[in-house]
C-alpha cells in the first residue's frame, strides 16, 4: 500500500509546476527511506521542460484538427451557366432573350464542328443558318438584334440561336482575342435547355 500510495502521488502529464514538484519530492522523499545513504538521491525538473512537454502534447493533439480544416475545400455556389437565345418574332425581327442551361436536360443533336475568327472582325446582318448552340471559349463580342436590342457575349457563355428567319443579328468583337467557338447543331424539334431569366420579357419567339 505505502509503494502504491507513493506511486498514485507521481505528478500527472501537464500537471502544475507546483503540483509536479511536490509530488517527485514525495516519491523521492519515500524511495530515500529505503536506501543506502549512498544510493539516495534528489530530483529537480526545470519548470522550461515542464512547459515544453506539455506544449508537445498539445501540438500533437491539435494539429491533425487543424490539418483536417485546412484540406477542406471552400463551397462556391454560382447561378449556373449565363446563356441568351436569338429568335424571330411575329414582327420578323431578332430578338434576344436571357437565360441560363437546364443542366438536367439532355439535348439530341446532330453535329458538332468548331471555328476561330481573328481578334477584332465583325459580321454584318445574318440569320442563322440553322438552330444551334454557339458556345464561347475565347473572345468577347458584342451582338446586335434587328429588333434594337444590345448584349455581350463573354467566354463560358453559351448563345442559343434560333433566329433563323428574317434579317437576324449581328456581332462584333471587343476585345484582342480571336473568337474560338464550338457550333452544336440540335436536331429540328428537340428539347431546348435553354430556361429564360425570371422576368424576363415575352417576345413573342
Not at 471559349?137 to 429588333?147: C, D, I, K, N, R
Request: hydrophobic share 40%; proline share 7%; charged share 20%.
Amino acid at each position: 500500500m505505502l509503494r502504491f500510495a507513493a506511486w498514485a502521488n507521481l505528478p500527472k502529464p501537464c500537471a502544475s509546476y507546483r503540483d509536479r514538484q511536490s509530488g517527485l519530492m514525495q516519491f523521492v522523499a519515500f524511495r530515500n527511506m529505503f536506501m543506502p545513504l549512498t544510493h539516495r538521491f534528489s530530483l529537480k525538473i526545470p519548470a522550461a521542460r515542464q512547459f515544453a512537454s506539455c506544449a508537445a502534447l498539445a501540438a500533437a493533439v491539435l494539429l491533425p484538427v487543424g490539418a483536417a480544416h485546412a484540406a477542406t475545400p471552400p463551397i462556391v455556389v454560382t447561378e449556373g451557366i449565363k446563356a441568351f437565345r436569338l429568335c424571330t418574332g411575329p414582327d420578323n425581327l431578332s430578338h434576344v432573350i436571357e437565360g441560363s442551361i437546364d443542366q438536367k436536360v439532355m439535348t439530341d443533336v446532330s453535329a458538332l464542328h468548331f471555328k476561330e475568327t481573328p481578334a477584332h472582325s465583325k459580321y454584318d446582318w445574318h440569320a442563322a443558318p440553322e438552330e444551334q448552340y454557339v458556345i464561347t471559349l475565347s473572345g468577347t463580342l458584342e451582338f446586335s438584334t434587328t429588333g434594337g436590342e444590345n448584349f455581350v457575349l463573354h467566354p463560358g457563355e453559351v448563345l442559343l440561336a434560333q433566329d433563323t428567319t428574317g434579317p437576324g443579328h449581328r456581332w462584333k468583337l471587343l476585345d484582342d482575342q480571336p473568337w474560338r467557338r464550338a457550333y452544336i447543331i440540335t436536331k429540328p424539334g428537340d428539347k431546348a435547355a435553354f430556361v429564360p431569366k425570371a422576368g424576363a420579357a415575352d417576345k413573342g419567339c
